[in-house]
Nanobody, 124 residues
Framework: VQLQASGGGLVQAGGSLRLSCAAS????????MGWFRQAPGKEREFVAA????????YYAASVKGRFTISRDNVKNTVYLQMNSLKPEDTAVYYC??????????????????WGQGTLVTVSS
């Protein structure tokens, strides 16, 4: 599976962005799709995930209520709608896919395929 993330950019605090992750090589309906981010000088962290079976979604506490993950299985694309952005949301955002079990869905090592990342910069 190949993943291509896009939609990053520069936005003021309080603004919104929508990231997209287009998949090719297989259908995302068979996979859990996740978003992770890595800020400068920090470790990669989980942001959100959409489970392939049952449609459950998961969010990091820091983004819950502000970010929404969704998927379009026809377009083979997953989205991350980011609202009320804060300067601390500044990071490179990566999409990933795999079949993690529920207990490991927030762990990057549970995902098999990764996109190249898209930079989100939130100015204060």
């Amino acid at each position: 599976v190949q993943l291509q993330a896009s939609g990053g950019g520069l936005v003021q605090a309080g603004g919104s962005l929508r990231l997209s992750c287009a998949a090719s090589g297989d259908t995302i309906s068979k996979y859990t799709m996740g978003w992770f981010r890595q800020a400068p000088g920090k470790e990669r962290e989980f942001v959100a995930a959409s489970r392939w079976s049952g449609g459950s979604t998961y969010y990091a506490a820091s983004v819950k209520g502000r970010f929404t993950i969704s998927r379009d299985n026809v377009k083979n694309t997953v989205y991350l709608q980011m609202n009320s952005l804060k300067p601390e949301d500044t990071a490179v955002y990566y999409c990933a896919t795999g079949r993690p079990i529920t207990s490991t869905i927030m762990r990057g090592e549970s995902y098999t395929y990764w996109g190249q990342g898209t930079l989100v910069t939130v100015s204060s």
